[in-house]
């Protein structure tokens, strides 16, 4: 059991190693600058995406409630 936990300890510490080197490189780096942008970038696309799939059903819905009016005469669809 003590022989699990050591190796368990030194996974644990190697994890640590792995992810603080790889912190280090990142802030050494520039292009997390443009990584930064291009996510921005994307969000502000995917937001747009969102807001037109909202309109565009909106529309579709009154458009389908307009036709279901027109056929019955009294929308009681």
């Known amino acids: 059991m ?3 936990w050591v190796k368990a ?5 190697q994890t640590k190693s792995k992810i603080k080197n ?3 490189s990142l802030s050494d780096d520039d ?3 443009s990584l930064l942008e291009y996510s921005v970038l994307i969000g ?6 969102i807001a ?3 309109f565009a059903g909106g529309w579709a819905n009154n458009q389908w ?3 279901v009016v027109a ?3 009294n929308g009681a669809g």
């Open 71 to 73: 056929l019955n005469g």
């Open 2 to 4: 003590l022989a699990l």
């Open 31 to 33: 292009s997390g600058a």
């Open 65 to 67: 409630n307009a036709l």
């Open 22 to 24: 790889s912190f280090d």
């Open 9 to 13: 300890q030194s996974f644990v510490e």
């Open 52 to 54: 037109l799939i909202v």
């Open 44 to 49: 502000l696309i995917l937001a747009l995406s």
